[in-house]
């Protein structure tokens, strides 16, 4: 990274009512990154890989405000520099939990 991360959020492997999900599904700590060619957000798993979320070749600055809706299907983030906040959502609307993320995996050596 270029920068240090900034906000660290997780999302644990329960469900609505607290109940613990099945082993297959991973625990997430989601950070942002603090500007540069990797300003995004980022997370690890359980097992230490590395994932990015989101990256912008567009939007170079601070991302900030990383925040989830109850449900954790919505992502919120905003551009600091830019002033802009943005709500994502998966396009198959399931939740940013789990082991079904459809994202780029790095080495994490």
Not at 23 to 30: I, P
Not at 43 to 70: C, W
Not at 80 to 96: A, K, V, W, Y
């Amino acid at each position: 990274f270029n920068g240090g991360p900034d906000q660290i959020k997780r999302i644990l492997n329960h469900d609505d009512n607290g109940t613990t999900l099945p082993s297959n599904y991973d625990d997430l700590l989601f950070f942002t990154e603090d500007g540069g060619i990797r300003a995004g957000i980022h997370a690890r798993n359980a097992a230490g890989a590395y994932l990015t979320i989101l990256e912008s070749d567009v939007y170079e600055n601070e991302t900030t405000g990383l925040s989830f809706s109850p449900d954790g299907k919505a992502m919120y983030i905003a551009y600091q520099n830019d002033g802009l906040l943005f709500e994502i959502r998966r396009e198959d609307g399931l939740p940013f939990y789990g082991n079904s993320l459809n994202v780029a995996y790095h080495a994490t050596a």
